[in-house]
């Protein structure tokens, strides 16, 4: 008998509704005494009276999924009832005096595990979902939950353990002649294999701006115009202007939401040299900020020449690696224009020359188009395999490095090391998905390479 635990599956808050779900062999039994009634149909939405002993205490939808048909493979009840902290509560402390317990962080999503439903990659997109950011994130990761990794892998593994028991025969029976055309045909599938997960891992670098969003920073000196950008895009009064340079002495940090994407948008101190501690402090984070973001958008002032400030700027940018996009972005010109465009288009790599006015609507959209576009690049393309955690890309760059090496003792026909190998990768597999098994291979090894005929 499984114990039968129940939580609070919604955020704790006054929200309209709350649910509180229970799964295991006594859910039904203790949901059927809550709402003193004899039977509930498997599936159906049913409004109950919600009891405490003899007095109602809510009146709730009550869904009863019977096993194995429920996100655990259990028996799950959910309780809809009416939101607020003290209520839900109220219905949970109900429901754990009637024997069930208090199910740990995660708990019902484990169960979903051991039962079978899903496998670990999909348990990680899960809670990822939960956490997901973006909407860019959220479809990523509902791939994920659909499998698309557990499929890869799975038959990946199907390969890897048709290729272990060709050698685990081969070694048994050393005297026959390894066939020259599988070994070349398995050291060409396991070469596939490598190009593959190569390609998942270089995706999956970029997975921290695909689940945490891209982060573009605005700098420029001071005074041109940075933060009144930030407010002119976001639309609000989030930084303080003024004609004071200086004003922003610490990087400001907003979110943007461009077409469905959040951008991490840093509004940074001004660029110049300070002899003010606190100054040079938040120049310093200006300088940290343009490392970090996938977009910088530099802005000068059109309305002066270029200054040994502008320059000091220029100077950054072009050390750059390459790996930002950069966004001249020309400012006040609404002010008779006087700055040396030709000298800073030939001294930074830009994907985009904009002049605008922060004062300017029209102009600020055009720029937020060409943003968009921007961010458009950096998209993820749908259907691809995506580890999204650490983790999972430390346990595929061990299973890249077991297949490598297999492959050259493939080719040295050092069968026993090849098998060792294989197995070391399809032990890294295992923890992305399931344990590995060994019954698995010899019946595949059986089944396939009956040489006793
Ligand atoms: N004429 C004109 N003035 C502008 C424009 N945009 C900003 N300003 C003015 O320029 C001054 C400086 O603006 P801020 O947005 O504070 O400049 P900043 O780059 O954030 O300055 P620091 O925080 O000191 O680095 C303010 O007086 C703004 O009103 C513009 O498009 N045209
Ligand atoms: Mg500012």
Wanted: aromatic content about 6%.
């Amino acid at each position: 008998m499984s114990e039968t635990i129940a939580a609070i599956s919604t955020p704790l808050g006054s929200g309209a509704m709350g649910v509180v779900r229970i799964s295991g062999d006594r859910a039904l039994e203790i949901t059927l005494a809550l709402v003193h009634r004899a039977f509930l149909k498997p599936r159906y939405a049913h409004l109950c009276s919600i009891y405490d002993e003899d007095e109602i205490v809510d009146e709730a939808i009550v869904i009863y999924f019977a096993a194995p048909k429920s996100y655990t493979c259990e028996d799950v009840c959910e309780i809809q009832c009416h939101g607020g902290v003290i209520l839900t509560h109220l219905i949970l402390k109900l429901v754990l005096k009637m024997g069930a317990r208090l199910a740990t962080p995660g708990e019902f999503t484990k169960r979903a595990f051991l039962n079978g439903r899903i496998d670990i990659s999909q348990a990680q997109a899960i809670s990822g979902l939960i956490m997901a950011q973006s909407e860019q994130a959220s479809k990523l990761l509902v791939d994920q939950m659909k499998g698309r990794l557990s499929s890869f892998i799975s038959n990946s593994r199907e390969m890897l353990l048709r290729a272990l028991a060709f050698s685990e025969v081969m070694i048994d029976y050393s005297d026959e002649d390894i066939p020259q055309d599988t070994l070349d045909s398995l050291a060409d599938q396991i070469e596939q294999l490598c190009v593959k997960l190569g390609e998942i891992l270089e995706f999956s670098s970029l997975r921290n701006i695909y689940l945490e969003g891209l982060s573009l920073c605005i700098i420029g000196k001071p005074n041109v115009g940075k933060s009144s950008l930030l407010n002119a895009l976001l639309s609000q009064d989030r930084a303080i202007v003024s004609d004071i340079a200086g004003t922003t002495r610490d990087a400001i940090e907003s979110s943007l939401n461009l077409n469905g994407q959040i951008v991490k948008i840093i509004d940074t101190a001004g660029i110049r040299s300070s002899d003010d501690k606190i100054e040079s402090i938040g120049i310093e984070r200006s300088l940290e900020a343009i490392k970090d973001s996938e977009i910088v958008i530099a802005v000068f002032d059109a309305s002066n020449i270029l200054d040994k400030e502008d320059y000091f700027i220029i100077e950054n940018l072009s050390k750059l690696t390459g790996k930002q996009k950069i966004i001249l972005v020309l400012n006040k010109i609404d002010k008779k224009v006087k700055i040396d465009c030709a000298q800073l288009e030939k001294r930074i790599k830009s994907q985009e020359i904009l002049r605008i006015s922060t004062y300017d609507l029209s102009l600020i959209l055009e720029l937020k188009e060409a943003l968009s576009k921007i961010v458009q690049d950096f998209s993820i393309p749908r259907g691809e395999v995506f580890l999204s955690s650490e983790y999972q890309i430390s346990i595929v760059k061990t299973a890249l490095e077991a297949l490598y090496l297999s492959r050259q003792k493939l080719l040295d026909y050092e069968l026993e090391l090849f098998s060792y190998h294989i197995k070391e990768a399809l032990d890294s597999f295992a923890l992305l998905t399931h344990p590995y098994d060994v019954d698995e291979m010899f019946s595949r090894m059986f089944g396939e390479f009956c040489l006793g005929k």
